[in-house]
């Protein structure tokens, strides 16, 4: 009898567990492009959202949350995705640039998603140098990886970074398989947390051969300030009196001087040297916004692939999917190519987030988040707490509906490579929702002596260089495109002075002054009041 009443109140306990106990912990797929902008998402709209380039995203979109206000704090592979897997700034995670490799105890997410019993794993594009060993399953592509046919590190198949296996294919389409092999092998006893991260649409674009014929007949739509900018600039961004118009951000149209050179990876493939100027500038414009989209378009393809298995295998509702892009990218606007800016378009980052329990169809957010929010905010989505240690902060408050308290009223951004690969200069600033105020100091923080056996030491010329210091401001409520530069407007110097008191306190705060680089703090000092 005693032994009944026993088994019949054990069953008790584990019946009212299942019904008030810990509700299930959500999968979390952490989908990740590179180079998409959220300017080639039809969701967020613009000139290209008419040539529906990305269905299977709007549809993500549409049954979820968009933000319109997402932003990179380092618009350069490398240092996003260190920011993102750190949830730490760059001074602090300790990746500046291309070349610094991120600490294998700083790759917190991962490390916090494990302790709170999630299996992980990242397949795809990863591009920290250091094995990601704090996943519990990798197969990722090494350094920046091929298009087609692509080598992939797999743990488990040697020590890094010999643990080499081939594939065949594109890498859109091989990356997808992957993901699907794992998640069809996956331990069911635990939630899992993925990052698909795809290599496309990463310059050279190589698209796979399905999609040559993929908007061959369009026209696409071009931004004015491809051809027409008067009042955008300055010194620091086309020399004085426009004299560094050929040498600073490589272009679309004939004026830089790449384009004048023997031809390179990212310039004058798109072009003639012999012919007219503007009709140039529209083809190449033309033909890298086609290799671009076509790149973009297998992406989405592969998308509607991978969200299919997930509904035939019963884990869409309970999977919360984020979508985002490493950083943005300049498609034209302003004549220029590649990230790395300030510029709305390359500082955007799309965010969408997918979570039917939680999240309403159709909703879209103008809060300010940036990269270094997203591990926090994933963290208290398995149901965590963000760790002191993390610099971003979570905003799952908006995911539930809800309104955030003491949100933040701009967000810091900083590119510390100077002139390497697109000759953009150095420079950092802060975006509030109507201004930006941007400071290129134009100067690299490693001294010259210290270039040497770094890959890029001795094929840009004038990295060792300044080029000239200078201010912009734009609002972006009455200037969305940032066509004018209004720092030296007389009506805006208030706003000048609240835009600067506030870039210092978050210097201050971030942990990124400039103390350990008195050459270019002196600049800074020199040129703040100017």
Request: proline fraction near 6%; glycine fraction near 6%; include cysteine.
């Amino acid at each position: 009898m005693m032994k009944n009443k026993y088994l019949i109140t054990i069953c008790l306990l584990i019946l009212c567990n299942i019904a008030f106990g810990k509700k299930k912990q959500p999968n979390i797929l952490f989908i990740m492009s590179d180079d998409h902008a959220a300017q080639a998402i039809g969701a967020y709209g613009g000139l290209l959202s008419s040539l529906n380039p990305t269905p299977n995203i709007d549809k993500l979109a549409s049954e979820g949350i968009r933000f319109e206000n997402a932003f990179c704090t380092n618009s350069i592979c490398t240092p996003s995705r260190a920011c993102i897997i750190s949830g730490q700034y760059s001074q602090t995670n300790g990746v500046l640039d291309l070349d610094n490799p991120l600490n294998t105890d700083k790759q917190h997410l991962p490390i916090e998603l494990k302790k709170l019993g999630y299996s992980t794993a990242i397949v795809g594009k990863w591009h920290l140098h250091t094995e990601p060993v704090n996943f519990d399953y990798y197969k990722v592509l090494p350094g920046q990886g091929k298009y087609f046919n692509p080598n992939f590190l797999e743990k488990g198949k040697g020590d890094w970074p010999k643990n080499i296996v081939k594939s065949k294919g594109h890498s859109s389409d091989v990356i997808t398989d992957i993901t699907i092999d794992y998640l069809s092998h996956r331990d069911p006893s635990k939630p899992f947390f993925l990052m698909h991260h795809y290599k496309a649409p990463h310059d050279m674009f190589e698209n796979a051969p399905r999609y040559d014929d993929y908007l061959k007949d369009v026209e696409i739509p071009e931004p004015a300030s491809l051809y027409n900018q008067p009042f955008w600039g300055s010194e620091g961004t086309r020399g004085k009196n426009d004299s560094l118009i050929d040498y600073i951000g490589t272009s679309i149209s004939p004026r830089h001087q790449q384009n004048h050179k023997k031809p390179t990876n990212y310039t004058n493939r798109f072009f003639g040297d012999s012919i007219d100027p503007k009709l140039g500038t529209h083809l190449a414009y033309q033909k890298y916004l086609k290799d671009y989209l076509r790149c973009v378009k297998g992406v989405d393809d592969n998308l509607g692939r991978l969200f299919d298995y997930l509904k035939k295998e019963g884990l869409w509702e309970n999977t919360i999917i984020i979508y985002t892009g490493d950083q943005g990218m300049m498609l034209g606007e302003h004549d220029l190519m590649d990230k790395r800016w300030m510029y709305e378009e390359a500082m955007r980052m799309p965010f969408i987030v997918h979570y039917p329990e939680m999240i309403e169809k159709e909703q879209v957010s103008d809060i300010l988040i940036n990269n270094t929010d997203y591990a926090p905010t994933m963290i208290e989505l398995a149901g965590g707490k963000t760790p002191e240690y993390m610099q971003g902060h979570s905003f799952i408050n908006t995911l539930k509906g809800k309104a955030e308290s003491n949100w933040r009223e701009a967000t810091y951004y900083r590119y510390w490579m100077h002139i390497i690969h697109h000759y953009v200069p150095a420079h950092f600033g802060i975006r509030t929702k109507q201004y930006k105020l941007m400071f290129f100091y134009g100067a690299h923080y490693m001294p010259k002596e210290e270039f040497a056996g770094h890959y890029w030491a001795t094929q840009y010329n004038g990295i060792d260089q300044e080029t000239p210091h200078s201010w912009e401001l734009y609002d972006l409520k009455n200037d969305p495109n940032e066509l004018h530069n209004r720092y030296n407007d007389p009506n805006y110097k208030e706003i000048i002075n609240q835009l600067k008191s506030q870039l210092i306190e978050q210097r201050k705060a971030l942990n990124e002054t400039d103390k350990n680089y008195p050459e270019i703090e002196k600049i800074i000092k020199a040129n703040w009041d100017n």
